[in-house]
């Protein structure tokens, strides 16, 4: 099989892959929650090739990307789900329907200060008939149920206060939320000298949460301010290797306090 610009080339890649008695043993052994984290890491792997400006590596994230779709597809085909065509299809309906500024008929544009109002009307629309789908539910839905369960969690805490800030749950100074931090790390001190490593956990998942509402009250992204500190972090520690390396040295071979002393030579260099 040679390799072609044609989607349908791909299709019949991974149906061959998926194909028993001649395929891929662990691809056959692939389920939708298997393939999920591999689904978001890839997504975080195009993102990551945006931030460095680097196309080439883009084309190629953006291909693992789109395998993980034609995966997911293929294995709902096989289940008579629904097949990639099914996928293509929901979405090019979604897309014309959310701009009828640019695919309705001439007299049925609107204003571009129109086009967002248009926008979140229509995803409220798709929204009250995607619930009319499903199965009744018995219990009252919370209003946290909105807020998907498979997304980042870092951005899912940053929804979940979102949402309860729209009914008044929520501090209205960003002193409050850094009171609030010091009293979860003052907790996670205090479980420190217990040595429960569950208990550590769970105040450790505490001062996140506490962090990332502190980073939605400053209006900072917690996931992009995060993703800055991680990039200072390597600049640095790269200064320190190369600052080894000009003396003939490792960093298996230096001690603790040489290493912060070229970290802060590094910071007041920046």
């Known amino acids: 099989m040679t390799p072609s610009r044609d989607i349908s080339r791909l299709l019949e890649i991974m149906a061959a892959l998926r194909t028993p008695g001649s395929g891929c043993p662990w ?11 591999y689904t ?5 792997e195009v993102a990551d090739a945006i931030a460095r400006s680097d ?10 990307l789109l395998l993980q779709v034609v995966y997911h597809a293929r294995m709902a085909e096989e289940q008579n789900a629904f097949a990639f065509g099914d996928v293509v299809e929901a979405i090019t309906r979604k897309m014309i329907r959310r701009h009828p500024h640019v695919f309705a008929d001439k007299d049925g544009n609107i204003q571009p200060a129109g086009v967002k109002s248009a926008w979140e009307r229509i995803k409220a629309e798709e929204k009250a008939e995607r619930a009319a789908r499903r199965p009744p539910e018995d219990a009252p839905k919370s209003l946290l149920s909105g807020v998907k369960a498979g997304q980042p969690a ?11 800030s729209s009914v008044g749950f929520d501090w209205n100074d960003p002193r409050a939320v850094l009171h609030k931090i010091h009293e979860e790390a003052d907790e996670i001190e ?5 040595g429960d490593a569950r208990e550590l956990a769970g105040e450790t998942g505490d001062l ?7 980073a939605r009250h400053v209006g900072a992204d917690p996931e992009m301010a995060l993703r800055g500190t991680n990039a200072k972090f390597e600049r640095r520690f790269g200064y320190i290797e190369r600052a080894l390396e000009s003396q003939g040295r ?3 071979n230096a001690s603790l306090a040489e290493m912060d002393a070229l970290w802060d030579e590094a910071k007041g260099k920046e």
């Open 154 to 164: 870092l951005s899912r805490a940053m929804e979940l206060q979102r949402k309860a």
């Open 190 to 194: 205090a479980a420190l000298d217990r």
């Open 27 to 37: 691809d056959l052994e692939q389920d939708f929650a298997t393939i999920a984290p």
């Open 208 to 214: 996140l949460f506490a962090l990332v509402n502190l």
């Open 250 to 252: 490792s960093l298996q």
């Open 55 to 64: 196309f080439d590596d883009l084309k190629d994230e953006l291909g693992d």
């Open 40 to 44: 978001i890491e890839e997504a975080y």
